[in-house]
Nanobody
Framework: QVHLVESGGGLVQAGGSLKLSCAAS????????MGWYRQAPGKQRELVAA???????NYADSVKGRFTISIDNVKNTVFLQMNSLKAEDTAVYYC?????????WGQGTQVTVSS
């Protein structure tokens, strides 16, 4: 069983930055491909960024150019650097597999952007 713990969320003004972290532990040898998802109130959970083995990345159009996903394979931690935040980025952010939920969901981390 893989355990995911997200952190780094908070309240930030529009235009600000936050860096999220997701630590994976349990029955996983090494994390080399992960994704960041978010769920806003009343909306479905969506994949916003993914990183694959070899380092290639994909981003949702809504965050392209503003968010950067990275991974520390040794520490089994994936990061999401979020810049130029907008009110519409407000959501609970989760990490999981790079294309779909390969693992159980963590508790997520709340990001609130004030306009």
């Amino acid at each position: 069983q893989v355990h995911l713990v997200e952190s780094g969320g908070g309240l930030v003004q529009a235009g600000g930055s936050l860096k999220l972290s997701c630590a994976a532990s349990g029955s996983i040898i090494r994390v080399n491909a992960m994704g960041w998802y978010r769920q806003a109130p009343g909306k479905q959970r969506e994949l916003v960024a993914a990183i694959f083995s070899g380092g290639s990345t994909n981003y949702a159009d809504s965050v392209k150019g503003r968010f950067t996903i990275s991974i520390d394979n040794v520490k089994n931690t994936v990061f999401l650097q979020m810049n130029s935040l907008k009110a519409e980025d407000t959501a609970v952010y989760y990490c999981n597999g790079p294309r779909w939920a390969s693992y159980g969901w963590g508790q997520g981390t709340q990001v609130t952007v004030s306009s």
